[in-house]
């Protein structure tokens, strides 16, 4: 209760009580005092009322008025059932998907991260647009010198990401963990739930291995278990002692399960690591010293970057165009599902706009039905004021109404653009339902409310009010009937935007699904069986892969087996960019770089399980093992690149990567394979380079081709596997296809997305251009006796109301494309990569809608050409 | 708000209370229902302010800085809030009653026209 509501209670009291005490007095019983004082004191909560205009005047009485209204306008509604509905539904879809794609924009891109100190901890990025790849890491030597050198970031912290076989926590199995050093957790600002975390003493090689888990891992796989602190564990060849666990927080750069320090890792502890300036496989955290802002510190360690690439020229090519970038990370997570978010508040802001205008249009066509008794009660004495706030009271119960229901809606919605939006950025995992729900919806409601309660002609006072008086009936005006057709027009127009979006999505969809990859797709079981850790050799290893290979081959449903390095698409960019390679009698033009290939490993008769029409020469046998001469297959891009006459055959190859040893081992080329882009969903033309697995060594994935459903066959390949090495991960089993469709996945929901999207607005608009129409009919149902007496036909009107339907779609259509155009130019400056639709998707969209319109069109114009002649007449 | 005056009372004119409450808190500081009973006995119980009618004229009174209130005890031995007069609200007496003295005046003329 507010302070006034108490003095006035105590005041009333106050009063009582005297008035009690002068009647005892005078002689009243005790009991009687008291009624006597409360009856002639008189109603309180009339007081109370009193009370309130007194003290909050004028609004007081508008509000209350307003009430009033509202009430007036709930019961003529409800006579109304239909209209209101259609007005109800139509709002809350607009206002239902406005608040859910909201609260998970605020959620991902606007809302701070957990991080202790959060807006100064930034990212830093190095990337080489030359190479077509934003991110390509750091290394320890240009770690060391940002370190000395750049003073605007006060501490570094890295991260890498490596893979273990985890052995000591639950099933042996391969984990994706981080690496960092000892500043890390206090550069990002992250705190134990548990334990510690990783800290400097926990540096250098002499270290003892420790490992922190993080939160998701232990409360999800453990159970929440404390008594894990302390454990030791085994993560490949080392072990570590798990020394605490981490609180909740955002997984970035990777959704890992555990994060140790250098020594878990033999390949941190490496020469190469350590000393080679391009071995970049580190990723940079930062924490922008006190009084310096991001721009401060992007301004400087751009100067630092190109001091370094003056110094070790070798180190970045000119080619590659390296750069460095520092953004907040908040930004940073985000950015991924920025473009995708704001696309979507566009199109759901589109959404409202033709809600809006739809609704608009009811309760235009509404208005114009009651102008007779707006006209009376202006007559009566009504100022415009009090008519203005007779439609804002009806419309705001509309959109109240229209609100709850959207607020509804968009609960549900939100968990499911949520998850939508956790394709692109792990923030969108943490996305909840709140308050700013409710918000964005009574604001909505609110904005619509006014705009539609401006949108009815008043009775004008200059204007003799002796026809709507006199009339009390429907006469539409030219100027009502035009608004009518803009809102309907804005309806068709908008809904095109959409259309022609979802289109474009649709069709690239249909594209990418349809594009042949170059691999048998369904028949083909991928399988991770990462290379075990606790080998005695590498030879060992091989052996191993050897008999897996030949044992599963034996079971009953399987045509082919064969190992290899990458599972396509899944395994992306796992060997970066690309490695520089030569070979004889190919010289680079002048000034050209090297040309870079991918490197595969895989086993004899790879190709022929996956599907790969090997072209020229020979495949690999069990034969091209270590001490063997060394051969390579290669892809017939990059035979023709680099002999285009066709002699690729017993040419020598060899990496110039410092990788590979200091001297180029030259390796003949034996076999030219179709080639197969299995990076990119879209494929491109690349140049792989394979080498035997049994010379090369790298494994890690099976792969086999099944008779029949190849799902039935992972049990038993995981029985075989198991049966040989009982701690052997068996995992991901999937079919090329599927692997290829969870990678897809983005694109596909995308496209699914934006399409429910311009469904429903399609649905609304369909309904608005129906709706006008049959508002004309039915409000020119004289006009048309009267063209039926002077000699039109029923046909004449059919087509007459058919082609207004037309002229405001065609006129939808061709304005939708310019505000399309205009709205893309906008948008490209915020979003890169904006695809424009492209003539098929323009066309498909305007057919659709077309259709639909004309559809909408042809149950009015029925109405009109079945019009009775003489009924229509005596109409009014 | 339906209405039932006793028949003998009389209607207070509309504008009148403000002024008649100023000019009973001249004699000093008061509280609501002392106020009601002094504009009563005054007019020998012909006027009748009813608290529905008393109450949102105090507050509206203070409001406009014409009057202050403070928290007392009263006769009854129970909270009362007292309405004092403060200097604005002097000038607002004496400018009601001028006011009103010119009103009866005038009128007076028109009704009375032979008395003059």
Redesign the interface.
Known sequence: MRPDERELDDEIRGHLAIEIQQRIDRGESPQQARVNALRQFGYVPQLREEMHRVWYGRWYDMAEALVQEMRVGLRSLLRAKGLAATVVITLALGIGANAAIFSVVRGVLLRPLVNRGEERLVYVRQSAPGLGTDSVSFSVPEIKDFRERVKSIDAFGEFSTVEFTLVGLGEPRVIQAGVVDGHYFDVVGLKPILGRLVEPSDEGFKAAGVAVLTNRFWTQSLNSDPTVIGKTIQLGTRSATVIGVLEPSVPYPADTEIIGNMVTSPHHMGAQMVTMRTHRMTRLFGRLAPGKTIEDARAELSTVHAGLKSEYPESYPERADMRVDVTALRDQIAAPARPILLILLAAAAVVFVIACSNVANLILARSVRREGELAVRAALGASRGALRRTLLAESLVLCGAGAVLGVLLARPLVAIVASFAAKFSVRALEVTVDSSLLWVGASLAMTAAVLLAYVPRLPSSQSPPGNGLAAGSIRITPGTNRRLKVFATTQVAFSFVLLAGATTLLASLIALRGVNTGYEMEEVLAIDMPMRALAQSNADDLAFYQRVTERIGQLPGVEGVAIGSVTPWRDAGKFGIGITFGADGFTPADGEELPRARLRSVAPDFFHVLGVPLLAGRDFTLEDRRGAENVVIVSQNLAQRLYPNGEALNHKMWWVDPYFGPKPIPQRIVGIVADVDDEHISPSPVMTVYHPLHQIGIAGRLFVRAKGDPYTLVKPITQVVQGLSANQPVERAATLEDVRAEVLAPERLNAFVFSGFAGVALLIAVVGVAGVLAFGVSARTREFGVRLAIGSTPYLLLTKVLSEGATIVSVGIISGTAFGYLFAGIASSYVEQLRMPGLLALLGAAAVLVIAALAASLMPAARASRLDMLQALRTE | ?PKNPEPERLELLQGTLDMLILRTLQWGAQ????IGQAISSQSDDLLKV????L??AL??LE?RGWLKSE?GI????????YYQLTAAGKAQLSRERDRWTQLVGVIGKIMNPAAE
């Open positions: 708000m509280h609501g229902h002392g009813e608290t529905g009618s109450y949102p507050h509206r409001k928290w009263s006769e009854a031995n129970h909270k009362a809030k």
